[in-house]
């Protein structure tokens, strides 16, 4: 018999993290869904709980001890986590280094750099003692590159990269793998989250396609479903009409 896996996803309230919440569920994987927003949590859960079993967790992953007692408070059937997607996180701000607003770079190192840092120090020392499990980590373009105004953002998604190679490096002897996907431009909340709900994110994914959350979460699905000696350790992924941070081909 082989047992069902369990996939802990933070930020699966949105975008990317529903997306791949939903893309595993067809696939029968067991959710730990986690996010801020509980009814956003309910109803991703009621949508996905006739395909697999699902538990939500609400916390911020900003905050150390709230993270940590969150994941200790999950029941024996969801305790043992063989995947985790580290995904929450947002761009918040695009300004030029010399105005922009320390709140906006707090919450980016915050929930970006050292959230994922808090739910992986919750659920690598099970991973561990086990001896297997797969952690991917959702980094960024912008985490390859830098663009105007991005500074923070970008360096908060190089952070990303740099913590998954260290991780990869420190888990190679437990059989761990650890991933980064790094997607450009995604079509999610994302812009509505970086602008504050301004009209400012209207424009950022018109006169072009832009990925889906759902072109990701399939490549997260095929990341986690490879052989056991095999690791994708690194993957950009930019919609077509997009070269780099700051060339995309647009026909308006
Ligand atoms: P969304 O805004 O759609 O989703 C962000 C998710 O992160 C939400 O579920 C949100 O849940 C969660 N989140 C944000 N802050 C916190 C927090 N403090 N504690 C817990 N959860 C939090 O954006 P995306 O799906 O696009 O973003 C997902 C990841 O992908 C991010 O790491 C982002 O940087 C990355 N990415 C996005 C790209 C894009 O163009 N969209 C491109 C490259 C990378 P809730 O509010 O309920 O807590
Ligand atoms: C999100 C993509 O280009 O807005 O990480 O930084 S970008």
Known sequence: ??????????????????????????????????????????????????????????????????TQKAIESLPESFKNIDILINNAGNAHGLDPIQSGDTDDWDAMMDINVKGLLYVSKAIIPQMTERQSGHIINIGSSAGKEVYPKGNVYCASKHAVLAITEGMRIDLNE??????????????????????????????????????????????????????????????????TAQASSTIVKKEL
Not at 192 to 216: H, M, P, S
């Open 1 to 66: 018999m082989t047992l069902k896996k369990t996939a802990l996803i933070t930020g699966a309230t949105s975008g990317i993290g529903r997306a791949t919440a939903h893309e595993f569920a067809k696939h029968g994987i067991q959710l730990v869904l986690c996010g801020r927003r509980q009814e956003r949590l309910d109803i991703v859960k009621s949508a996905l709980q006739k395909q697999t079993l699902v538990y939500t967790l609400n916390f911020d992953v900003s905050d150390k001890n709230a």
């Open 174 to 239: 437990f059989g761990i793998k650890v991933s980064a996907i790094n997607p450009g431009l995604v079509e999610t909340e994302f812009s509505k989250v970086r602008f504050k709900g301004g009209t400012a994110a209207n424009g950022v994914y018109k006169g072009y396609k832009a990925l889906q959350a759902e072109d990701i979460a399939e490549i997260i699905y095929f990341t986690v479903s490879r052989p056991a000696h095999v690791n994708i350790a690194d993957l950009l992924v930019f919609p």
